[in-house]
């Protein structure tokens, strides 16, 4: 995990980056970047290829006790998402969907799922969190599926998604150099900043 500090005056906000790309200098990481100038509080960066998370085995622990019996450090995840106020997926689109180390990530929040429709439990509670997406991609592929996807991820995250940022020609146009994707993606980091100030 990554985590930058820096607080302002005026806001105080927590924000979790899920990055679902493996390219530590790529496109999704410029857009990541670009929107880390502009949130304000403290930001952490999870990055899905290189972060010791494993997929959801189906063991069914869950159904039984609380939370996940695999020690890795989603464990660490499954506390932020009770402190953080946002949380933005960003990931390329593959086979027009989202890469699939985000969705063996997406997988681990099953013990969420289990808590509210399964067990049917009043005591659980998960934060209500704001989010956002990013996605990126050379322009071969359709990015609905991917979009649908993530907005599943948002639900189980309790997480109200306020918006998406695109950069869908990669192959011609670099993410860094896509000047409509970087204005949006600071669009969104102060919509983000905004929101927590109005509370």
Same mark, same amino acid.
């Given at each position: 995990?990554?985590? &930058?500090?820096? &607080? ?7 924000? +979790? ?70 949380? &933005? ?19 681990? +929040? ?90």
């Amino acid at each position: 995990m990554i985590k &930058i500090n820096f &607080i302002e005056d005026e806001v105080y906000m927590k924000t +979790l980056i899920i990055n679902g790309s493996p390219r530590k200098n790529g496109d999704t990481m410029a857009l990541i970047n670009e929107m880390r100038k502009y949130l304000k509080g403290e930001v952490e960066v999870i990055d899905a290829y290189y972060a010791n998370i494993s997929p959801c085995i189906d063991c069914r622990y869950c159904w039984n006790n609380d939370g996940c019996t695999i020690n890795d450090e989603m464990q660490g995840v499954y506390k932020l998402l009770n402190e953080v106020d946002n949380v &933005i997926l960003a990931s390329p689109i593959y086979f027009s969907q989202l890469t699939g180390k985000v969705l063996s990530f997406a997988s681990r +929040l099953q013990c969420f799922f289990v808590a509210r429709c399964i067990k049917k439990d009043i005591n659980f509670q998960l934060k209500k969190k704001m989010g956002a997406l990013i996605i990126t991609g050379g322009g071969d592929g359709n990015p609905e599926l991917g979009i649908r996807g993530a907005n599943i991820i948002f639900k189980q995250m309790n997480t109200e998604s306020i918006g998406t940022v695109q950069s869908l020609h990669t192959n011609n146009i670099a993410a860094k150099e896509d000047k409509q994707a970087l204005k949006n993606v600071r669009e969104l980091a102060l919509r983000l900043n905004e929101l927590k100030t109005k509370e």
